[in-house]
């Protein structure tokens, strides 16, 4: 429940495999607050910086080539191996209004071939030679990588500047990926009543802004997506001065300056769709709902709140919800499952959690699954006890810091991973932070206090929040 809220993976469907883990790593890793994605920030972005690397901190460099492209190295030599992950500013947000699911439908696409390497030669080619390739989509962004030997990475950056540039978009193609991306959305969402309802709950939450549409789509706008909309998708979003590539492993800058200027130095900038500021109009009163399915395997209490974000709250907002998040239901020691599992004996699972990596707001989540013979108004009353109390009174320090050790600790050792560090830059560069907000983050949360853990808890507002209940039932 706690899991990433919207994204969605690619055609290969690796549900549980690489891109899972770096999405749910990247959540630990968003930065700092003053680096609001403003206008003139991502003006900044799209201007070339010398070709040069530039060093940015903590052993990563930072240049673009003429074309726009942004690149990022980061050397790590402790194999002969590298991750290439190329990141776009084009995600579910971006949809056409009525083509909800553009986006992510336009990630299958890309696996679909060029006139050069068609049908699934992409694939193909990166697993003969001993490499991995997927692809993941989530409200900001698209990103697409390859895990390879060192010596295969010139080949990998030839094969992903083919598909950048000249994607074949024929009918042919996009009508079976379509049936390929409803399919998957029947199967992941439809047939899964705990994504519905957050699918219900988020279309609630954000009112009118985008994301309120699920990354997937619904189904009947996917319907609608045809080979006008996908050409013209192409066209606006994808091009090199609207991508960042992320380079990590047994390479050094230079290398990849050079791979990267034969690869992708060709392939020339576009005129580039610009993006929707959405606005975040106010919310006026909570909303309530109750989903009754027949597939529901156990009852469920969840809320989302909307929070502020890396992005758009004040210095110290989102590493305060983070650090209360994880105090709050971040583990089983935490005071959500004490309380409700341990010591009322209400609940079997109950646990929160804060995504503050989004360009615009960010979600504050709790839930709690009854005991048998519990009713779900009765557990919510004691979550909302939890909460309360929170927000009236300082955390202990003791259990502040064991919060604080956790969070930190589990990033510390997931960037051990090359694909989850990555992924934690590429995901903090796509949506306008800095290297720099990712390197603080362990110290910005260390500074975290008491009185920031409650400011957190005060901020949580019911007006600002979606209930709903999961009612196993009716018929089937
Ligand atoms: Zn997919």
């Given at each position: 429940?706690?899991?990433?809220?919207?994204?969605?993976?690619?055609?290969?469907?690796?549900?549980?495999?690489?891109?899972?883990?770096?999405?749910?790593?990247?959540?630990?890793?968003?930065?700092?607050?003053?680096?609001?994605?403003?206008?003139?920030?991502?003006?900044?972005?799209?201007?070339?910086?010398?070709?040069?690397?530039?060093?940015?901190?903590?052993?990563?460099?930072?240049?673009?080539?003429?074309?726009g492209l942004q690149v990022l190295v980061i050397p790590d030599h402790r194999a002969p191996v590298a991750t290439q992950m190329l990141w776009f500013r084009v995600g579910a947000v971006d949809d056409p209004a009525g083509i909800s699911g553009l986006a992510h439908f336009f990630e299958h696409m890309m696996f679909r071939g060029t006139r050069q390497n068609p049908?699934?030669?992409f694939s193909q080619t990166i697993a003969r030679n001993g490499g991995e390739t997927n692809a993941f989509t989530d409200h900001d962004y698209t990103a697409f990588y390859e895990q390879i030997a060192k010596d295969r990475l010139p080949l990998a950056m030839k094969l992903e500047a083919d598909r950048l540039a000249n994607l074949d978009l024929s009918d042919?193609?996009?009508?079976?990926?379509?049936?390929?991306?409803?399919?998957?959305?029947?199967?992941?969402?439809?047939?899964?009543?705990?994504?519905?309802?957050?699918?219900?709950?988020?279309?609630?939450?954000?009112?009118s802004h985008p994301y309120g549409r699920p990354v997937i789509g619904w189904a009947e706008e996917v319907r609608h997506i045809d080979r006008v909309s996908a050409q013209d998708f192409y066209d606006h979003h994808y091009a090199p001065n609207n991508a960042i590539l992320v380079i990590a492993g047994d390479v050094t800058p230079d290398e990849v300056r050079k791979m990267a200027q034969d690869a992708y130095g060709k392939v020339a900038a576009r005129d580039l769709q610009p993006r929707a500021e959405n606005a975040e109009p106010p919310r006026l009163a909570e909303s309530r709902m109750t989903i009754v399915r027949p597939d529901a395997r156990v009852p469920l209490v969840s809320r989302i709140?909307?929070?502020?974000?890396?992005?758009?709250?004040?210095?110290?907002q989102a590493e305060g919800l983070e650090t209360y998040a994880q105090w709050l239901g971040g583990d089983q020691t935490s005071e959500l499952y004490r309380v409700l599992v341990e010591q009322k004996k209400l609940a079997t699972d109950a646990g929160a959690g804060y995504d503050g990596n989004a360009r615009d707001a960010g979600e504050f989540s709790v839930y709690a699954v009854p005991r048998p013979g519990v009713t779900l108004e009765a557990l919510e009353k004691a979550m909302d006890q939890v909460l309360a109390a929170s927000a009236a009174a300082l955390p202990k320090a003791s259990d502040l810091q064991r919060a604080k050790t956790g969070l930190v600790a589990s990033v510390t050792y997931r960037r051990d991973s090359q694909f989850a560090l990555a992924s934690a830059y590429g995901q903090a560069l796509v949506i306008g932070l800095t290297v720099d907000d990712v390197n603080d983050w362990p110290a910005r949360i260390r500074a975290v206090d008491a009185a920031g853990v409650q400011k957190a808890a005060q901020l949580l507002n019911r007006k600002e929040a979606v209930t709903a209940y999961l009612v196993p039932g009716g018929a089937k």
């Open positions: 429940m706690t899991g990433s809220r919207h994204a969605v993976f690619s055609l290969i469907c690796l549900f549980a495999a690489a891109p899972a883990a770096a999405i749910a790593d990247a959540q630990f890793d968003k930065a700092l607050a003053q680096q609001a994605d403003t206008a003139a920030n991502r003006r900044k972005l799209s201007q070339p910086a010398p070709l040069n690397p530039r060093q940015s901190g903590n052993n990563t460099f930072q240049f673009a080539l003429a074309n049908d699934d030669t042919a193609h996009v009508g079976p990926e379509r049936d390929v991306v409803l399919e998957e959305r029947r199967m992941r969402v439809d047939n899964e009543p705990q994504a519905l309802m957050g699918e219900q709950m988020r279309a609630a939450l954000h009112l709140y909307r929070v502020p974000s890396y992005s758009t709250g004040r210095p110290g």
